[in-house]
């Protein structure tokens, strides 16, 4: 499994299987209407999305162009980051306890230079659905808005990893829905930093929660686990 060319190969089918869902589905946008209008003018901006929801997420924003994201060194984030790679995404290395304060650095170099960002608020190891204050900390630093977003789907596999992974199936009915944008001030203390992680980490649970319901998807809750302050997400 870790042989390049098999990884390769294995990247492919992963990103196939992708576009087969997409493609055998009737998937909906619901409240895009303005990341898709800040995409398609080119303009920057932090999207959020759960770990567990991660597969569909390079459809859920037409007119983009190339998006960047944070990715753990792992093996299996690299994985991720050579799959990701068939839908216009790189990746920026980086987790919670490893390169956090250089991949920072980049993220906030796309985003000057007009690019999107995207980040896992509770990744690479959790705890599932509960956000770090990473994200709030990068749009402090850049003083550019956090779109939450997520995607669930009619027929899927809920895993019993730690992130509870949802592997959507072909001919499913499919909803993207993109949730309020959340701005942070470039003065935030602490204090107001803290109450921004609990906005985003409420923006995403409540659109995920809709989104399930919206096509009768087996709910997933997030973990009751103490958060890392410090950590940053990928």
């Known amino acids: ?46 999207l959020a999305f759960w770990h567990g929801r991660l597969l569909m997420i390079p459809y859920s924003l037409p007119g983009r162009g190339t998006v960047s994201m944070l990715i753990s060194s792992h093996p299996d984030g690299q994985l ?28 906030v170099r796309v985003l000057r230079n007009n690019g999107i960002v995207g980040i896992t608020p509770d990744g690479p190891r959790g705890p599932r659905m509960r956000a770090s204050e990473g994200v709030a900390a990068l749009a402090r630093i850049s003083n550019l808005p956090v779109f939450p977003v997520t995607f669930s789907a009619s027929r899927g596999v809920v895993f019993g990893s730690w992130d509870r992974f949802f592997l959507p199936l072909p001919f499913s009915r499919g909803v993207f829905i993109w949730g309020k944008p959340i701005h942070v001030p470039k003065d935030a203390g602490p204090d107001v930093i803290a109450i921004k992680r609990e906005q985003i980490e409420a923006g995403l649970n409540e659109i995920t929660e809709r989104a399930d319901r919206l096509v009768g998807a087996r709910e997933v809750k997030p973990a009751a686990a103490e958060l890392d302050s410090a950590s940053v997400g990928h």
């Open 1 to 46: 499994m870790r042989h390049p060319r098999v990884q390769s190969s294995l990247c492919w089918l992963i990103a196939q299987y992708i576009r087969l869902v997409y493609w055998t589905g009737n998937w909906k946008l619901i409240d895009e209407a303005e990341p898709v209008a800040l995409a398609t003018a080119k303009k920057p901006f932090i």
């Open 80 to 107: 991720i980051a050579r799959t990701v790679l068939h839908f216009d995404i790189v990746t920026i290395a980086g987790s919670t306890s490893k390169g956090g304060a250089s991949a920072i650095r980049n993220l």
